[in-house]
């Protein structure tokens, strides 16, 4: 079967650190994505890691440990423009990127 | 156009309609998605094409749901008998090849309520 468990809501000060993170259990694994996304707007992406480690772009950070089936997502620097859910999604087909999501991580960021 | 669009944005219908969704993908992508996505809940998988041909219609819930993309760009989404539980956003994505680590990029989305 296919789990990707992340928490439902998160809750953080501007300028503040926050880690959101995502544990998966499914058949097939070919890397895992992050993506943002405001009330009623389209997800947009974030990050991608196939790889065991951390992956740093700009003020947002993604880690990956295959062997735990284990990622976070680490925003730095808050801005109140970051209050948005945050979907943990992993790509599970050989062939294609077929993605299958959390429920997602509804991020407020309060002044 | 720079993105995804759908259209339209929004959509009421009557129990028992039928209703058709369309989405435009970004020029030149050879995949394209949809999902759907309740409220509150992530985006979950209906079925997938690349060019024309759909390979993969594993998510679709039932046979009321039909998807096309009959030139390989512009998609449809029909479903017939609309029912309650069908309400929910329906997100069209594409990317420009079918390799694992290509980035799926989102329209808004079409938000259908089923009175």
């Known amino acids: 079967g296919q789990n990707i468990d992340q928490p439902t809501e998160m809750t953080a000060t501007e300028g503040a650190i926050v880690q959101i993170n995502c544990t998966y259990q499914?058949?097939?694994?070919?890397?895992l994505f992050w993506y943002q996304q405001h009330a009623g707007e389209a997800p947009t992406f974030l990050s991608y890691n196939v790889l065991d480690g951390l992956e740093e772009k700009g003020r947002f950070s993604s880690f990956l440990s295959r062997s735990k089936g284990y990622s976070y997502l680490l925003l730095k620097e808050l801005q109140m423009k970051d209050s948005a859910s945050y979907l943990c999604a992993v790509s599970t087909t050989g062939g294609y990127n077929k993605l299958i999501f959390g429920a997602g991580t509804r991020l407020a960021v309060h002044p | 156009g720079a993105g995804v669009s759908q259209s339209p944005r929004y959509k009421v219908a009557k129990r028992g309609q039928d209703v058709a969704l369309r989405c435009d993908p970004i020029s030149g992508h050879v995949s394209l998605f949809w999902y759907q996505q309740a409220l509150g809940q992530g985006p979950e998988f209906l079925t997938y094409f690349q060019n024309e041909a759909q390979l993969d219609k594993s998510g679709l819930p039932s046979d009321r749901f039909f998807a096309e993309r009959p030139e390989g760009s512009v998609s449809t989404l029909k479903i017939q008998r609309t029912q309650q539980e069908d309400s929910a956003v329906y997100l069209c994505?594409?990317?420009?090849?079918?390799?694992?680590?290509?980035?799926?990029?989102f329209g808004p989305g079409t938000r259908l309520t089923v009175l």
């Open positions: 499914t058949s097939g694994f070919n890397g």
């Open positions: 994505a594409s990317s420009v090849g079918g390799a694992r680590a290509d980035t799926q990029y």
